[in-house]
């Protein structure tokens, strides 16, 4: 937009005072070397993560995929179905996702992140609607306090309608995370077929409600935090798409809402993690949660996370599907377009109220 685009030449201009505002957190971290957070980003003491009471001896489930392709499928599916349903969050091994892929694209967001201000700004944008762009916090037009993240959010399926817009420096950077997300989209599909099984569905039932499909990803840069307890990565949220698969490196940070308490989820190399997001709690008609999760920062280590969003195309029609409904388990969810879902979802700022509670049945103001 024209008015971004004055902003950052102002911002970056080599005239302007040292202590300008910067625009990416990374930057006003490293270049500034500050050593308490800014006040925009303090939450108000009840909203804070209280760090000393998170859980770190429960866990979610360890999925094994191997078997889902032998005569011992239907336990596989059982696991996955049961996690849904329990935790809303499990993890994989035996995933199918090369481990040359994983590390090709961890380094390659690591590489990404390391290059020069003026360079990471050629893709910088506040406009949520934009299909590639570098951004802080969560979205900064909405917001009332910061979060510490900056991320690169890309679309990526149909990959030829969208690899054109992606970065080209560092120089491979389309070719792995390429690779990376095509991989990354033959896990979502498995997945999203054993999760229509454990419904009771066709096992092709919730593939065939996507549309022409979606697939966005994010990469998430949280840089080392002077005072973790004051602020988040991101604050307790849902995801809005289908299925989500997180890839992250070696710092914790992940924290997961079980029974009234936050449980961390620390990284196991080589695996996944995977969670429901809104848009299969609404085909399940309530069956499977789409579970509260949150992204702690530390003061030690920058932390890099990369979010596999799958998800329906806009134009998508999603309702709960109709063998989960009866008499007795009535539609909890009216049927709505994916895209619809997608501008509620972005234009209320990562509120705590839950995006779904708009799309009920009952609900006055969808
Ligand atoms: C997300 C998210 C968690 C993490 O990007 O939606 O939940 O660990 N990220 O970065
Ligand atoms: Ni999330």
Redesign the pocket.
């Known amino acids: 937009m024209e008015t971004d685009r004055h902003t950052l030449e102002a911002q970056i201009s080599p005239t302007m005072a040292t202590n300008t505002k910067r625009l990416l957190l990374s930057d006003l971290v490293s270049s500034d070397k500050i050593d308490q957070v800014p006040s925009h980003y303090i939450r108000p003491i009840s909203q804070r993560p209280n760090l000393q009471n998170v859980y770190h001896d429960h866990t979610i489930p360890l999925i094994d995929l191997h078997d889902l392709y032998t005569p011992n499928r239907s336990h596989v599916v059982h696991q996955i179905g049961r996690a849904c349903r329990d935790y809303g969050f499990f993890q994989v091994k035996n995933h199918g996702v090369p481990e040359s892929t994983i590390a090709n694209m961890m380094n390659i967001a690591r590489e990404f992140f390391k290059l020069p201000e003026e360079e990471r700004l050629k893709t910088y944008s506040d406009d949520p609607t934009k299909t590639t762009r570098l951004s802080t916090s969560f979205n900064i037009r909405t917001e009332k306090v910061a979060n510490w993240r900056d991320?690169l959010r890309l679309h990526c399926h149909p990959l030829q309608d969208y690899i054109h817009e992606w970065p080209t420096n560092p120089e491979s950077f389309r070719d792995h995370v390429a690779e990376y997300c095509r991989s990354a989209r033959g896990l979502a599909l498995v997945l999203i077929e054993a999760i229509s099984e454990s419904l009771g569905l066709e096992r092709d039932y919730i593939n065939r409600q996507l549309g022409n499909h979606g697939q966005h990803m994010?990469l998430?840069y949280?840089p080392p935090c002077p005072q973790p307890d004051l602020t988040y990565?991101?604050p307790g949220?849902t995801?809005l798409n289908l299925i989500?698969i997180?890839l992250?490196d070696e710092v914790p940070?992940?924290q997961v809402l079980r029974n009234g308490h936050w449980v961390a989820v620390d990284p196991v190399p080589n695996t996944f993690i995977i969670n429901i997001g809104d848009q299969i709690q609404v085909l399940s008609n309530d069956r499977y949660k789409s579970v509260l999760?949150?992204?702690v920062v530390n003061c030690e280590k920058e932390?890099i996370?990369i979010?596999t969003?799958y998800c329906p195309s806009r134009d998508a029609v999603i309702g709960p599907a109709s063998e989960l409904v009866s008499e007795d388990e009535p539609a909890v969810y009216r049927q709505f377009t994916y895209g619809e879902y997608y501008d509620k979802f972005w234009n209320r700022g990562l509120a705590t109220e839950n995006c779904l509670d708009m799309f009920t049945v009952t609900s006055s103001s969808s």
Request: no cysteine; charged share 15%.
């Open positions: 991320f994010a998430n949280y990565g991101l949220h995801d989500t997180l992250q940070g992940l999760h949150r992204a932390r996370s979010p969003f």
